[in-house]
Nanobody, 122 residues
Framework: QVQLVESGGGLVQPGGSLRLSCAAS????????IGWFRQAPGKEREGVSC????????YYTDSVKGRFTISRDNAKNTVYLQMNNLTAEDTAVYYC???????????????WGQGTQVTVSS
């Protein structure tokens, strides 16, 4: 059974950091492009970052550039999203997803995790 499971969310103060994990079971992540998405209440789901299968190419949406870092550990079948200098605008449910080809539009992704809540508040 193909499954993606996110973890690492929580409550953090502005300026703080969190590291999200996306663990896969039932398939090998290194054959897939992995994306991180987020959805805040009342807003559409947006692509935050993605990482390619092979050469490690990465994409970041403008609002997180310089603050978020995506990485993958194929031996652990896990992709990470390190989030630093968090602000209230980063508050959302974060999802990871997998697709075969390069891209960041949510409908193009085949498999999704259940999401993990990130709340940035003092």
């Amino acid at each position: 059974q193909v499954q993606l499971v996110e973890s690492g969310g929580g409550l953090v103060q502005p300026g703080g950091s969190l590291r999200l994990s996306c663990a896969a079971s039932g398939f090998a992540l290194d054959y897939w492009v992995i994306g991180w998405f987020r959805q805040a209440p009342g807003k559409e789901r947006e692509g935050v970052s993605c990482i390619s299968k092979s050469d490690g190419s990465r994409y970041y949406t403008d609002s997180v550039k310089g603050r978020f870092t995506i990485s993958r550990d194929n031996a652990k079948n896990t992709v990470y999203l390190q989030m630093n200098n968090l602000t209230a605008e980063d508050t959302a449910v974060y999802y990871c997803a997998a697709r075969r080809g390069w891209g960041i539009t949510p409908p193009s992704y085949d498999y999704w995790g259940q999401g993990t809540q990130v709340t940035v508040s003092s």
